[in-house]
C-alpha cells in the first residue's frame, strides 16, 4: 500500500477523540490529518488525498457530518467514508449510507471496530478502482469498438446502427468471416443504452449440440454426466445486457427451437431444471451463411429467421473499401507499436500500396494479422518491403530495413513464388537485391549470382523478368566484357 493509500481525514468537534484517534492511527502506520469543523476538513481535502475519512455525524452541535460527507464524496466519489457518532438513529444511518458511508458507528468507539471498518471500507473502494480500471482495459482491448473508416457505405451502416442502438430490436449481421462483424455488434452495444451491462459473446459454430445448449442455458447439478455443480449460462449473464451469437447459421435445429422459445417468452429454464428464469437481452446475431439458402434446405427454421431479422446489416468485404485500408494501416501500426512498445510510425507507400491492391480474403482480420507480425518484427521506424519478407519468412535473418546500395550482405537463399500477397512482396523485394547486387558488383552477373547464392541461369532469368538487363552505360553500373 503507497503512502497516498494510508493517508485519513479524521474530523471531530472534541479535541479529546480527534487526537486520541489520530496517535493511534498513527501507530497503525496511517498519516492522519486532523480536522474540527466542516470547513477546515474541506479546506485539508483540497491540499490533498484521502483514501478514507472518518466523519463525526454532530460536529458543532447539529448535524453536519452528513452535509460534509456529501461534500467530500462529490469532490472523490472513491473516497471511503466512516460515519461515527455518539446520537444514534435509523434514519441517520439510512440517510449517512445512502449518502455515501460504508459504515456507521456508535460512540463509546471501539478502536479496534474502527479500524476494521476503516479497512475493511478502503479494500472496498479500492477494489471498486481495480474494476473500473479492469473494465476500461477490458472495453478498450479486449472489448475494443473503433471502426476505422470512410467509406460512404460502411458509414451509412453506422448511421442504422446508430438508430437502432437503443431499442430492443434484433440485429442481425451478415459478411464474410473478418469484415468485423463482433467489432460493430461491440459498438452498437457499448455506444448504446445497454453500455453499462454485461456485453457476452459466444460462438455457436466453436461448441457441440450438448455443450451450446448447457453454455446458453445454463445447467444444475447433476443433470448429466459430469454436471458436479450448478452452472449460470449464457442467457443469465447478460441479462439486461447484449448476447452475441457468432456464427449462428451453425445452430442446430434443436438449440434453434429452444433459443426462439426464448426470444418469444423472455424466460427459459437450466438444463435439468423446473424453474423459470426471467431475462431481458438484447440479442445480436452473425453469420458468414446465406441463411436464406439454409432454410431452403431445411437447415434454419425461417421463423427464426423473421425473429432475429429484424434489422441486417451487410458488412462489406474488406476489397469493397479499398480506401479504407490507409485509414487501418495507421490504425493498427499505432495499436501494435503500443502494445509491443515499439517505435514504428507508419509504412512506406510501396507497402501501403501493396496492401491496398491485395484482395484480403481474411478481410480485416487478415490485415490486421499482418499488421501485428510486420510491427513485431520491423527493427526501424517503418514498414517496408523488406520487413514484409521476414514477417513472410521468405528471405531468413535479413535485416528489416532495406539498407543502401553496398550495405546488404545477406544472400538470398532461393527465389520463392508464392500465391497473392506473397507473390508481389517477394517479386519487389528480389528486384531491389538484385539491383543493388549488380550496382555493387559492377554489372557482372557471374559475380552477382556468387553473391546471391543462385546460380548464373537462375539471376539470368529474374534479371529477364524484371527487366533488368544490364544496359552498356547504365547509370552506376559498368559493362563487364565477362559478364556476356
Not at 464524496?73 to 441517520?92: A, H, I, K, Q, W
Not at 429484424?310 to 501500426?333: S, T, W
Not at 502494445?339 to 509504412?347: D, E, L, Q
Not at 490486421?368 to 520487413?387: F, K, P, S
Request: with cysteine; aromatic share 6%; charged share 30%.
Amino acid at each position: 500500500m503507497s503512502a497516498s493509500d494510508r493517508a485519513i481525514l479524521i474530523v471531530d468537534d472534541e479535541e479529546g477523540i480527534r487526537t486520541g484517534l489520530g496517535k493511534f492511527f498513527g501507530r497503525e502506520g496511517y498519516e492522519a490529518s486532523l480536522a474540527a469543523t466542516p470547513e477546515e476538513a474541506i479546506a485539508l481535502a483540497e491540499k490533498s488525498y484521502f483514501a478514507a475519512a472518518i466523519l463525526d455525524v454532530r460536529l458543532g452541535g447539529r448535524e453536519r457530518g452528513n452535509e460534509l460527507l456529501s461534500e467530500l464524496r462529490s469532490r472523490d466519489p472513491d473516497l471511503s467514508v466512516v460515519m461515527v457518532t455518539g446520537y444514534g438513529s435509523v434514519e441517520s444511518a439510512v440517510r449517512a449510507m445512502k449518502d455515501g458511508a460504508s459504515d456507521y458507528i456508535l460512540k463509546p468507539i471501539d478502536n479496534a471496530r474502527l479500524l476494521e471498518a476503516v479497512r475493511r471500507s478502503m479494500e472496498l473502494s479500492r477494489l471498486r478502482r481495480d474494476n473500473a480500471y479492469l473494465r476500461r482495459e477490458l472495453i478498450a482491448n479486449v472489448y475494443s469498438h473503433d471502426i476505422v473508416t470512410r467509406d460512404p457505405r460502411y458509414i451509412s451502416l453506422m448511421d442504422l446502427a446508430d438508430r437502432v442502438k437503443d431499442s430492443e430490436a434484433t440485429v442481425l449481421l451478415s459478411g464474410e468471416s473478418g469484415t468485423g462483424k463482433e467489432v460493430m455488434a461491440r459498438y452498437i452495444h457499448f455506444t448504446g443504452s445497454r453500455r453499462d451491462k454485461p456485453f457476452v459473446g459466444i460462438n455457436c459454430a466453436a461448441l457441440s449440440e450438448t455443450l451450446l445448449l448447457s453454455e446458453l442455458f445454463g445447467h444444475e447439478k447433476g443433470s448429466f454426466t459430469g454436471a458436479v455443480e450448478r452452472r449460470i449460462g449464457k442467457f443469465e449473464l447478460a441479462h439486461r445486457g447484449t448476447l452475441f451469437l457468432d456464427e449462428i447459421g451453425d445452430m442446430s435445429p434443436q438449440v434453434q427451437s429452444k433459443f426462439l422459445r426464448v426470444l418469444e417468452e423472455s424466460s427459459f429454464e437450466r438444463v435439468g431444471g423446473a424453474k423459470r428464469i426471467e431475462v431481458d437481452i438484447r440479442v445480436i446475431a452473425a453469420t458468414n451463411k446465406d441463411l436464406p439458402e439454409l432454410i431452403r434446405r431445411g437447415e434454419f427454421r425461417s421463423d427464426l429467421y423473421y425473429r432475429i431479422n429484424i434489422v441486417n446489416l451487410r458488412l462489406p468485404p474488406l476489397r469493397e473499401r479499398r480506401g479504407d485500408i490507409p485509414l487501418l494501416v495507421d490504425y493498427f501500426i499505432a495499436k501494435y507499436a503500443g502494445k509491443y512498445n515499439r517505435s514504428v510510425s507508419g509504412a512506406t507507400s510501396e507497402v501501403v500500396e501493396l496492401w491496398s491492391g491485395h484482395d484480403w480474403p481474411g478481410n480485416v482480420r487478415e490485415l490486421q494479422n499482418a499488421i501485428n507480425q510486420a510491427v513485431l518484427l520491423c527493427r526501424g521506424r517503418t514498414i517496408d518491403l523488406a520487413t514484409l519478407a521476414v514477417a513472410q519468412g521468405q528471405i531468413g535473418a535479413l535485416t528489416a530495413e532495406c539498407p543502401p546500395a553496398g550495405a546488404e550482405d545477406e544472400d538470398l537463399e532461393s527465389f520463392t513464388t508464392l500465391k497473392g500477397l506473397r507473390d508481389e512482396v517477394t517479386a519487389r523485394y528480389e528486384r531491389r537485391l538484385i539491383e543493388a547486387a549488380l550496382a555493387r558488383n559492377g554489372g557482372n552477373k557471374s559475380k552477382t549470382a556468387a553473391e546471391l547464392d543462385v546460380t548464373r541461369k537462375t539471376l539470368a532469368e529474374k534479371m529477364a523478368q524484371y527487366g533488368l538487363d544490364v544496359a552498356p552505360h547504365a547509370p552506376g553500373l559498368t559493362r563487364d566484357p565477362s559478364a556476356g
